[in-house]
């Protein structure tokens, strides 16, 4: 019991001044880039001195990246746009993360933020034929959006920024899990993801207020 207290007032020391000093508001836009390969790809290649693929503009996502932030609660939208082949046919990969959670403001410099939510994802073929696959890469019937959306991995999403007066330059670390919300009893899918298999992006953003 003493130490769930000790607990409870350690997160409460940390959270509140954090939150007192936090900007009520906070509504920040702009760009951002995700490498495709995963951070223990990304390891393997620089322990082999191989840096080819991440000069490749090819291996990069793009998109825009939208954060609403209300003291320490923030609401992230991000999406996404890439080149992406499955078997012989070439798709644009269309991916739209949403998450929600907290983001603490840290030495007047840097912001520091952890949420999660789900990550719709569909692929355009040349035609304008939108599909979905299922983690084996099989498509799967496209019936409507609603379908596409309770499909989606939940994922968790990091980032850290640096303040630069209204800009923002930062980091951000996204790990997807075999969660879907069309099967809402297997939470411990949330859990099963390992650390590697996230990708690292950078956005740099503008604060509107």
Known sequence: MKKKLMISLLVVCVLLPAALSA???????????????SLGKIKTAIDSDNFDGLANFDNYALGADVRFKLLIAEVDLVG??????IG??????????????????LLGFTRLGFGMGPNWIVRMDKDGKFTIFDANDNPQTLSSLGETFIN??????????????????????TL???????????????????MDDGTVGVSLLFSLF
């Not at 644009?92 to 403001?105: N, P, R, Y």
């Not at 989606?152 to 670390?173: C, E, H, I, Q, W």
Request: charged letters at 25%; glycine letters at 6%; aromatic letters at 12%.
């Open 88 to 105: 012989s046919v070439d798709y644009t990969k269309i991916e739209v993360l949403s998450t929600a959670g907290v983001s603490m403001d």
């Open 23 to 37: 900007a009520v508001l906070d509504l920040s836009l702009g760009v951002t880039a995700q490498y495709k390969d």
């Open 80 to 85: 996404k746009f890439s080149q992406e082949t």
């Open 152 to 173: 989606s991995p939940v994922a968790y999403r990091a980032t850290l920024d640096f303040n630069l007066g209204k800009l923002m330059l930062g980091l951000n670390y």
């Open 176 to 194: 997807e899990t075999d969660y879907t919300f069309k099967k809402p009893g297997e939470v411990d899918k949330l859990f099963n993801a390992k």
